[in-house]
């Protein structure tokens, strides 16, 4: 029972409809004909019943071709040629029976049933049919002369079957039957729907509407002669026939309009259509802008859309570029003759003005002195591709035709012009914003690469807390530290400083880390370590580019810090809450690759006593800055340091961290923050011994 | 936002850049610029007054480093004047000292050049 509720419904109808032409067939069946007038109502109603429920039940269908009204109006020329040709035939074949009380017999009553059923389905069809030709593009709710039609049809069909004859007419069924008429002829003019048909559907309009209307006009004369077929439904039922005339008289009079009405529109049909195109042509072109986000897929549909819009001949775009004009698309003109006359007309400075203009064929004759092909042609249009009152491009239409552009193609050709640029717009914004998201993703993964090269866990000593931290300015940063087991009892540290942000530091920044890495299980010495690092470097590091660095290791066995500092930031030593600041002499790796770095590199030996810090850092701590630009400075960080005596260097560690984020607040990074945290504990050792 | 600003004025034969404001990463083409037009005058002897200069980061100190072999190959030089004590320290802490030669006042560096001529 899956049924939609409509088509339930519309079941339910056609049963109700059949149930009731089941009773009027047994009915008629014991009733053949009858002078009593209870009988003929009860008969009447019966059959009014079976056109209502009818009606009902065909609307279903009249109701989805609501957009086509010319198959409407087919539909009812078919039952209408049936009708008509049932009628003739029958007339033909058949006398009237002069005396129907005598002469009826189960044949003609058998007969006369099919043939009024067959008139019964003619006039529900045209009825529904017609009811929906009112009501497309019905733009008012009002449908007062309609729902007063329908009664008076109403009352018409049981007007019908009053007593008639020449001394004494039915005076009530002429009235409603004239009223009717009148109402028909007033609601027959709402044809409004012709005014939306193309030119095609206007000319087979107006071919159908002569044939129906032929047809009708035959069918409605032939209800006033006394035929057969007259004989037959008025003893069927008088509404029934009644109604029938009045659907003929309908059908004759709405032809006829519908014919004028087509006729009379015929010669606007043409400029109807170009508007209807021009909008559905807009309409799709701004579906495009958003879907298609090729600009020159969009080109080509722009192009394409402005020919037939604008009545050109060729239309092609041209794009600016940073290298000048480049054709982007053309229609129906090769690429070669539209780039020709493109810089022709740029040559001759009219691109520069960035208006909108329009040449004769005088105008271009002049402009295009050399070539005779381009004679061809007589009218063209350029229009400038705006956004903000930035010129992106041209649009060009032009025309073989010899006669110039009207207003409404040059607003067109505007139209296409401006969502050219809108869409040239779209397109540039999100290549870029395609570009960014692949930068950012590279970005991304080059953190992540960082952040491997870069130690993940400290190193565990038994007594030797450390402790580090990293936070880049941007996605990379050229800040490095590392720890280095160079056997049992010395632990190798490394931290470094590549001079820049970014990018460029980075990736000198991975060498720095391959360079140590190296030179680490190789040599003891921290000073020698770094006059051959600073000669690797110096093959690689460009002139402007340094490197800072701190080298050196922790001997747990002799509890000694042995280092040499190239040019980089002092190593603190935080002793009883007091700092020693440690600035042996070095310069920079990078700085000079001659013996000046050699000669002028001093280490350093400190022998380290139990709760020693030792503090590496890179100038990102020092120079971070606050919203009101001022560094975070070595006072703020010292102080730091030596504010209590820490348990643990994580403590310590999280301490600066907090401190530095409060005070940066509401700026962001600048440089790339390193720390590292050693602090010496040698348990094993009591105290005071050593 | 930060600002920088370098001019470059004559005396005698030699060049005096001044610095002013904050050189870094996003400045430093400006001053890199000024180097190029001094190297394209045939201009080699340059002292670089850093009195006004607030802030100088490692981009900064990387256009010395630059445009110093070139000055030196030319029988020039660049010498640093004026500079303030923050700045110096920077200077001072990646051994910039040991391989450029500092003065307190501009003239004296202009005299330094001056007496190289004469002997």
Known sequence: MNLPYSGLVSARKLEITILIGIIILVFKFI???????????????????????????????????????????????????????????????????????????????????????????????????????????????????????????ILAFFAASLPDSKEDPNFIGLTFFVVSIILISINSFRVSWIAFLTKKQKTQLLIISIILGIIFI?????????????????????????????????????????????????????????????????????????????????????????????????????????????????????????????????????????????????????????????????????????????????????????????????????????????????????????????????????????????????????????????????????DYYDFFRMNEDKLGFVIADVSGKGISSAFIMAEVKGVFETLAKLIDSPKELLVKANNILSESLDKKSFVT?????????????????????????????????????????????????????????????DNDIIVLYTDGITEAKNIKMEEFGYNRFESIISSENFENVEELKSKIINKISSFTQGNSQHDDITLVLMKWVSNNKPSGVN | MADFNVTTRGVGPVRVIDLKGYLDAHTAPELEQEFNKLIDHNDYKVVVNFDELKYISSAGLGVFMAYVETMRENKGDIKFSNMQDDVFNIFDLLGFPVLYEFFKDEKEAIEKFNQKEKS
């Not at chain 1, 049932?86 to 058998?110: D, G, K, Q, R, T």
């Open chain 1, 549 to 609: 660095a701190v080298y050196g290791f922790v001997d747990k066995k002799k509890g000694q810090l042995s280092f040499a500092r190239a040019g980089h930031m002092p190593v603190y030593i935080c002793r009883n809450q007091k700092i020693e600041k440690l600035v042996p002499n070095g310069i920079g790796l990078g700085l000079d690759y001659g013996y000046s770095f050699e000669q002028n590199l001093k280490e350093q030996t400190v022998d380290l006593v």
């Open chain 1, 31 to 153: 009733f053949p004909i009858t002078e009593n007038s209870f009988i003929l109502i009860l008969n009447e109603v019966l059959i009014f019943c079976a056109l209502y429920f009818g009606v009902l039940y065909t609307s279903h269908f009249t109701q989805l071709k609501k957009n086509e009204p010319i198959s409407l109006i087919i539909n009812i020329g078919i039952f209408n040629a049936v009708l008509f040709f049932l009628s003739a035939l029958s007339s033909s074949l058949f006398e009237v029976i002069p005396s129907l009380e005598v002469n009826v017999n189960f044949i003609y009553s058998a007969i006369s049933l099919i043939i009024a059923y067959i008139f019964m389905a003619g006039v529900v069809v045209v009825l529904s049919a017609f009811k929906e030709l009112y009501f497309i593009r019905l733009k008012t709710d009002t449908h007062k002369s309609y729902d007063a039609m329908i009664v008076f049809f």
């Open chain 1, 218 to 478: 035959l069918n409605a004369v032939s209800t006033f002669e006394n035929s057969f077929i007259k004989q037959l439904l008025e003893n069927f039922s008088p509404g029934l026939h009644s109604l029938l005339r009045l659907m003929m008289i309908y059908g004759s009079i709405y032809c006829g309009i519908i014919f004028f009405t087509s006729l009379f529109h015929l010669p606007t049909a043409e400029a109807f259509d170009k508007k209807v195109e021009e909008a559905s042509s807009l309409k799709d072109l701004s579906r495009l802008i958003t879907q298609v986000f090729d600009f020159n897929e969009l080109a080509d549909s722009i192009t394409n859309l402005t020919t037939k819009v604008s009545n050109s001949d060729s239309a092609w775009l041209v794009t600016k570029e940073p290298g000048g004009l480049k054709l982007s698309s053309v229609s129906n003109i090769g690429y070669v003759d539209a780039d020709e006359i493109t810089k022709i007309f740029e040559s001759e400075g009219i691109l520069n003005q960035e208006e909108f203009v329009t040449f004769s064929r005088k105008q271009i004759r002049l402009k295009i002195k050399n070539d005779i092909r381009l004679f061809d042609f007589k009218a063209l249009a350029i229009s400038p591709l705006k956004v903000h009152n930035n010129t992106s491009g041209f649009l060009f239409a032009a025309r073989k035709q010899n006669y110039g552009f009207d207003e409404d193609e040059k607003k067109s050709i505007e139209a296409f012009a401006d969502y050219a640029a809108v869409a040239l717009e779209n397109a540039k914004l999100i290549e870029e914003s395609i570009e960014k998201e692949r930068l950012k993703s590279e970005l991304k993964v080059a953190r992540e690469i960082q952040y491997k090269i870069l130690p993940s866990t400290t190193p565990n000593c038994d007594n030797l807390q450390v402790s580090a931290l990293f936070i880049p300015a941007y996605e990379v940063g050229g």
